[in-house]
């Protein structure tokens, strides 16, 4: 289903326990077990549980055949001027990412994965924008210092990490992340390369600078 012009995209952040997980999970089948080959009981793993989830739904107004009680909102429709509440009826789920914190993981840095965007929404920029609201995210409980486990000997220095496919490699460089390990290691059966991203933070002013 294309987007049109009038289509707004929604982004929100779930839990495990939310309902709503099981259209972040819908959308990881579609892409790395149907289109990709991952086996279906790898697909979700326990890290599940502890991370942060974004799912962006995209709203598309419904075009009926026009009719008397319909005509002004098949109109608006196609002007980009359809309501609020029409627009929420119709919000369609198509890409998700996680976020493993440090505290989860017992890593002293976040894991950012599973970006997945349904293939007719890939031309739209959406997989940027659930990678900016996820360091959006990050950003705020880094200054807050709620990524630290004192009692685990972690505090979080910013370092944000991925395993990036490496025919997505370039589209990680082009959104701030770097190689600092050249190894490449398989992960069920897709070739994978480490990258970084660092987040600087200044916890005393309460600001950052990506």
Known sequence: MPFSDSTTPFIHPIRFTDPAFSDAMSMRIEVFV?????PLENEQDELDKEA?????????????PPSSSSQNTNRNAI?????????SQNRTPVGTIRLIPPHASKKPYVLLGRLAVLKPFRTLGLGKLLVQEALRYAETEGTAGRFDS???G???DGKCYIHAQTQMQGWWAKNGFYIDDVDEWDEEGIPHIGMWRDIVLE???GSIMI
Do not use: C, M
């Open 203 to 205: 916890r005393r002013r």
């Open 150 to 152: 004192p009692g685990e």
């Open 34 to 38: 149907n289109e990709q080959g991952v």
């Open 52 to 64: 942060i989830h974004w799912v962006v739904y995209a709203s598309i107004p419904r075009i009926s």
């Open 79 to 87: 002007d980009g001027t359809t309501s609020e509440s029409e627009l």
């Open 154 to 156: 972690i505090k979080w």
